[in-house]
């Protein structure tokens, strides 16, 4: 059974920074792309961040471009999103998830496995 944990969310100041991880079971972790995406209050989920399985081929939302850091650790099973200069509007919930594709993809129908989610909240 596959399963995802994300950890790392909290309360933080605009300007912030924060580190996710999401720690993953039951899945050849260096076979999946990795993902993350967010879902802020009556807004749907979008793609935030998602790697490659080598960890060589990032991609982001222009939205989080040159403030977010996407990175993965294939010995560890754990993927991380550094988040910096952080806004109010990266206020969400933040999934990671787990993709069969071979590149990073921003479509979340790509995605086959989900965590439950972790709340970032920045305040300005």
């Known amino acids: 059974q596959v399963h995802l944990v994300e950890s790392g969310g909290g309360l933080v100041q605009a300007g912030g920074a924060l580190r996710l991880s999401c720690v993953a079971s039951?899945?050849?972790?260096?076979?999946?792309?990795m993902g993350w995406f967010r879902q802020a209050p009556g807004r749907e989920r979008e793609f935030v961040s998602a790697?490659?399985?080598?960890?060589?081929?990032?991609g982001y939302a222009n939205e989080v471009k040159g403030r977010f850091a996407i990175s993965r650790d294939n010995a560890k099973n754990t993927v991380y999103l550094q988040m910096n200069n952080l806004k109010p509007d990266d206020t969400a919930v933040y999934y990671c998830?787990?993709?069969?594709?071979?590149?990073?993809?921003?479509?979340?129908?790509?995605?086959?496995?989900w965590g439950q989610g972790t709340q970032v909240t920045v305040s300005s």
């Open positions: 998830a787990s993709s069969p594709s071979n590149m990073p993809t921003l479509v979340a129908q790509n995605y086959d496995y």
């Open positions: 790697i490659s399985p080598s960890g060589l081929t990032p």
């Open positions: 039951g899945l050849s972790f260096d076979r999946y792309v």
